[in-house]
C-alpha cells in the first residue's frame, strides 16, 4: 500500500509538472525562498546568542 501511495505521489508530481510548469516553476522558486528565510532567521537566532 505504502509503496503504491508513492507512485502515485510520483505520477501526480510528473503530471503536474507536464500540465502547468510555470505554476510549478513558481512553486519551487517559493520553496527556496521559504528556506533561505528560515535559514537567515535562524543564522540571526544563532548570532543573537554568541552576543
Do not use: C, E, H, W
Not at 15 to 33: E, G, I, K, Q, R
Amino acid at each position: 500500500m505504502k509503496k503504491n501511495l508513492r507512485y502515485v505521489a510520483i505520477a501526480f508530481v510528473i503530471f503536474y509538472l507536464l500540465s502547468s510548469p510555470t505554476d510549478a516553476a513558481d512553486v519551487v522558486n517559493n520553496a527556496f525562498s521559504k528556506l533561505g528565510d528560515a535559514g537567515n532567521s535562524l543564522s540571526a537566532f544563532v548570532n543573537q546568542l554568541g552576543k
